[in-house]
């Protein structure tokens, strides 16, 4: 078939060097595809690596906090085959929280005054299915939500829930990252790091000694703890990658389960705990 594709799209560029055989109009997805996407996703097919997208078809991936950090890995996980992406926040997407966020909020959007959860469904939906919005924060009452998830990415500030979030997760056994950024104002220019941290059953003690459970001015007063969209975004990047890794999406020759970027030294450096890489997250 595409040798004779060719051999007419060869005589029509005669007369049009500008034609083309491919439309490029996407394909909806139908019942019998089984897709959490509303299209097929042509870019795994074009690349040919369909099989190692699969891997990543996980039941159910939870994102603790949509803001900055949170807002771009959802980005980046709703174009994946995971089958449900819960999203957990209690507050309102505001101006602020959009000069932090992937794409452009409109203004009529912004006086909305929408949940950050339905904010964000309300946009990823268009793409594919399985976005869960809790309008709530994690308390003792509803931690409960999260022992289902496959995975947990962990995008939050406040040191006594993620407190309360991390001993839950390990005593059951799911796998999380937890993400930080640290920016300092120094003689009108910003300094700083992030870190992206991972847990898993066979290593829980590297995410202990580096994840802060100690209540900080920051946990009072959220508008001391600087962040920036383009850190946001490499934050939520790393983190994603990590977990790309964990299911053997990526290779992971290093297996560390704890890196931070220095700014100002533009440096990654890599904490390794692990001898042997885990097989996956569950294990």
Not at 10 to 38: C, E, M, N, R, Y
Not at 59 to 84: H, M, N, Q, R, W
């Amino acid at each position: 078939m595409t040798t004779y594709v060719a051999i007419f799209v060869a005589q029509a560029k005669l007369i049009d060097p500008d034609v083309t055989a491919q439309t490029g109009l996407p394909i909806a997805a139908t019942d019998g595809d089984k897709s959490t996407f509303h299209y097929i996703d042509t870019a795994s097919s074009k690349a040919g690596i369909d099989l190692i997208t699969n891997k990543l078809a996980l039941d159910k991936v939870a994102i603790v906090g949509t803001g900055g950090t949170g807002s771009y890995v959802l980005d980046l996980v709703a174009k994946t085959p995971v089958e449900e992406i819960h999203l957990f926040d209690k507050d309102v997407f505001l101006s602020h929280n959009a000069f932090r966020a992937p794409g452009a909020a409109a203004l009529d959007e912004l006086r909305a005054q929408q949940s950050k959860v339905e904010y964000l469904k309300g946009i990823y939906s268009k793409m594919r299915k399985g976005i869960v919005a809790h309008n709530v924060a994690i308390n003792e009452e509803n931690v409960q939500l999260l022992e289902e998830m496959k995975f947990v990415f962990l995008c939050i500030d406040k040191a006594p829930v993620k407190k309360l979030i991390v001993g839950r997760l390990e005593e059951w056994g799911v796998p999380f990252i937890d993400v930080g950024i640290g920016i300092y104002n120094a003689e009108g220019s910003l300094g700083g790091a992030f870190r992206t941290t991972t847990s898993v059953p066979a290593a829980r003690e590297v995410a202990r000694a580096k994840i802060s459970f100690f209540e900080t001015e920051a946990d009072n007063d959220y508008a001391l703890n600087i962040q920036i969209a383009d850190l946001n975004a490499l934050n939520a990047a790393m983190a994603v990658i990590k977990w790309k890794k964990l299911f053997g999406f990526y290779i992971d020759a290093s297996n560390e389960l704890h890196s931070s970027y220095m700014i100002e030294l533009n440096q990654l450096t890599n904490t390794k705990t692990l001898n042997e890489p885990p097989p996956n997250a569950d294990t």
